[in-house]
Antibody, heavy 115, light 107 residues
């Protein structure tokens, strides 16, 4: 069973860029799609976007102008950049295996946007 | 964007059957996936493509999808099934959409 682990700063200042990395272990990142999902405290899930191992991407239209998802197959990692963040971007961020649905998830990492 | 509506809460006695609905316009034409999320934990996939179960998910979990409603059914409910449940679909207008979530309480 593939394992996923999110990493990155837990605190980001408003207007700056939120950057997270997901490391995939016990499996290759190749031949699959990989997804980012977030969950504001006490609220529901929001799909951010996904990337195919070849590099093609699909983003949530509501976030598309501020999001970049990239993949590094040599490191078995994929990453999320969310630009110009505000307090509304405070959430637990999850990475997951799969593009159509999340068949395996990381434990999640809380990112707080605050000065 | 595509809206998925779930009841905020469902209560069920142990050993009984819980049914969680997910309403959406012509949802029967889409593939629906279901997740279980316990407090402080990441979601876990329990049903994919309307009615398929991942390995390790008990047969007590089943799914159906028709018309404007998809349903997750949990038979012989156990205390350990108490959690939040989310449906999810892919729609060309909004890519992936999640339902509003349903809190299942085992009485």
């Amino acid at each position: 069973q593939v394992q996923l682990q999110e990493s990155g700063p837990g605190l980001v200042k408003p207007s700056e860029t939120l950057s997270l990395t997901c490391t995939v272990s016990d499996g290759s990142i190749s031949s699959y799609s990989w997804t980012w999902i977030r969950q504001p405290p006490g609220k529901g899930l929001e799909w951010i976007g996904y990337i195919y191992y070849s590099g093609s991407t699909s983003y949530n239209p509501s976030l598309k102008s501020r999001v970049t998802i990239s993949v590094d197959t040599s490191k078995n990692q994929f990453s999320l950049d969310l630009y110009s963040v505000t307090a509304a971007d405070t959430a637990v961020y999850y990475c997951a295996k799969g593009g159509g649905f999340g068949e395996a998830w990381g434990q999640g990492t809380l990112v707080t946007v605050s000065s | 964007s595509y809206v998925l509506t779930q009841p905020p809460s469902v209560s069920v006695a142990p050993g009984k059957t819980a049914r969680i609905t997910c309403g959406g316009n012509n949802i029967g034409s889409k593939s629906v996936h279901w997740y279980q999320q316990k407090p402080g934990q990441a979601p876990v996939l329990v049903i994919y493509y309307d009615s398929d179960r991942p390995s390790g998910i008990p047969e007590r979990f089943s799914g159906s999808n028709s018309g404007n409603t998809a349903t997750l059914t949990i038979s012989r409910v156990e205390a350990g099934d108490e959690a939040d449940y989310y449906c999810q679909v892919w729609d060309s207008s909004s890519d992936h959409a999640f339902g509003t979530g349903t809190k299942v309480t085992v009485l």
